[in-house]
């Protein structure tokens, strides 16, 4: 069961996760993309709830 703080935790996650995939794709130094594209893993891990 989610807790309420949990819940809270996902939306704020999905948020930074949506901004970092906007700019995963708004970038057009490509070192920046590949930058996004790294910190987007450990997000989308964490927004399926696996540690």
Do not use: D, H, S
Not at 6 to 17: D, G, R
Not at 18 to 33: I, M
């Amino acid at each position: 069961m989610l807790t309420p703080i949990t819940i809270v935790y996902l939306v704020i996650l999905a948020c930074v996760l949506a901004l970092v995939v906007w700019n995963l794709f708004t970038e057009k130094k490509f070192t920046n993309q590949i930058t996004a594209a790294m910190v987007t893993i450990p997000l989308i891990l964490r927004l399926l709830l696996i540690k």
